[in-house]
């Protein structure tokens, strides 16, 4: 990984990771890097000091100097991209909240689930929240017979 210092066509500076040098290079050639003030899409690097770690103090290096900063805008960034980023960031919050809500609130069944919901539902085990894993052929056959049924929502770190 790599972080690289940016700024805009309207000078607005800021910072973003990428896998390699050639990742940036291509994201920004299709256009994907877009500065988070403005939504501009005409992303240049800033000069920046480099972070360079001896032997002797890997895990310790000093953070490099922050970049020169212009002055923040006076109100909240209103572009399309500005606010995309804030309600996926919201969205990603409340998701986080529920899986967390869920897995502290209910007993993991893990491969067990379809036959413990249907035991539930017909009366052969006391009902209480249960997560776990099902097939999708197990969940379409718990929804056929009438057994409410909800994926638990995966974010993209889960996945790391």
């Known amino acids: 990984m790599i972080r690289y210092a940016l700024h805009c066509d309207r000078s607005h500076e800021f910072e973003s990771w990428f896998q390699s040098s050639s990742a940036y290079e291509s994201q920004v050639k299709r256009k994907l890097v877009t500065c988070p003030i403005c939504g501009s899409a005409k992303v240049d690097k800033a000069i920046m000091a480099p972070r360079i770690v001896g032997k002797k103090g890997r895990g310790r290096a000093t953070p490099p100097p922050e970049p020169a900063s212009t002055p923040a805008p006076e109100a909240a960034p209103s572009g399309p991209t500005s606010l995309l980023m804030a309600q996926e960031r919201e969205l990603r919050t409340k998701l986080k909240e529920l899986r967390d809500h869920i897995v502290k609130n ?12 249907r035991a539930m539902h017909y009366g052969d ?17 718990l929804i056929d017979e009438g057994i409410e ?3 638990l929502p995966t974010l993209p770190e889960d996945r790391n």
């Open 149 to 151: 049924v909800s994926p």
């Open 106 to 117: 209910a007993d993991n069944v893990g491969e067990r689930f379809a036959n413990e919901a």
């Open 125 to 141: 085990k006391e009902h209480r929240p249960i997560y776990g894993e099902a097939s999708p052929e197990e969940a379409k056959s």
